[in-house]
């Protein structure tokens, strides 16, 4: 077996492992799982493209290892800090590779490509995975969901792009061609380990904004988020009435 044909059977073995990683999460998820609803696709996506990796993360932080006890086992910091990443890496990373698909397909420069890919994966991020799916949690506005999205999301996609982008520049560049052809199952292998590089950038700086409570992390509609925040608590923070200005004194004339 030459190196080529070595090369083949461990890309092959690789996206195996992903999907069979892949539906058993699915399953989990929307079966046994309490997780909220964009938390759980974002699992599902985030597994398709990390496979095994994934798996374990899933497990580790996120599986209920028993009945009712899903908002305890996610509490931990960096628990929450991998939902946050989860959720970046969902939205951003579908961006990328369905731009970079398109890219490839067309044969565009590897410039162009990235320009692309950067301004498609933080569009699909933001105004899909963030404002669109998390409005109701962020006071029932699109508008204003995407303000309040817009700066977190963005420092969250910068640095997993930051590991997602050289990672795809070394190895499409390199002596294997097929790395840059979506009909050729080394794309997709590639694609994976540059998700997973961009996963590990990303994660340090998502456990700062769940800290500092710019993002949130995991949680089902009974506990969301580090600390125990919830979602019918950010419903009446938004709504309730804002006090009325206090009456300024009215200025008095100079002379009398």
């Known amino acids: 077996m030459n190196q080529i044909q070595l090369l083949d059977t461990l ?35 985030v597994t398709l493209y990390m496979g095994p990796v994934a ?20 509490q931990p910091l960096w628990k929450q800090g991998i939902g946050s990443t989860v959720h970046c890496v969902a939205g951003d990373a579908t961006g990328i590779i369905a731009a970079a698909t398109v890219t490839a397909l067309l044969g565009l420069p590897m410039g162009i490509d990235l320009v692309i890919e950067y301004f498609f994966g933080f569009a699909f991020g933001l105004l899909i995975f963030q404002a669109l ?40 560049m390199g002596r294997d061609m097929r790395a840059m052809q979506p009909e050729q199952p080394l794309f997709w292998a590639v694609m994976s380990l ?5 996963f590990l950038v ?12 710019l993002k949130h ?21 938004e709504s309730a009435p804002r006090p009325a ?12």
């Open 11 to 45: 890309v092959w073995v690789w996206l195996g492992l992903a999907l069979l990683s892949t539906i058993y999460v699915a399953w989990d998820a929307f079966t046994r799982n309490p997780e909220l609803k964009v938390m759980r696709w974002g699992w599902v996506l």
């Open 55 to 74: 798996l374990a993360l899933y497990v580790l932080t996120c599986r209920e290892p028993a009945p009712e006890t899903h908002e305890e086992f996610i």
């Open 133 to 172: 799916f998390m409005k109701d949690m962020l006071g029932g506005s699109y508008a204003k969901a995407v303000r309040k999205s817009f700066l977190p999301e963005w420092l969250s996609m910068n640095t997993m792009m930051a590991g997602m982008f050289p990672t795809m520049m070394v190895f499409m």
């Open 194 to 198: 540059a998700v997973m590089v961009g």
């Open 202 to 213: 990303a994660f340090p700086l998502n456990v700062w904004l769940v800290a500092t409570n």
């Open 217 to 237: 992390g995991m949680g089902t509609v009974r506990a969301l988020g580090h600390g125990g925040h919830s979602m019918e608590a950010e419903r009446k923070q």
């Open 245 to 256: 200005p206090k009456p300024q004194p009215a200025p008095q004339m100079e002379g009398m």
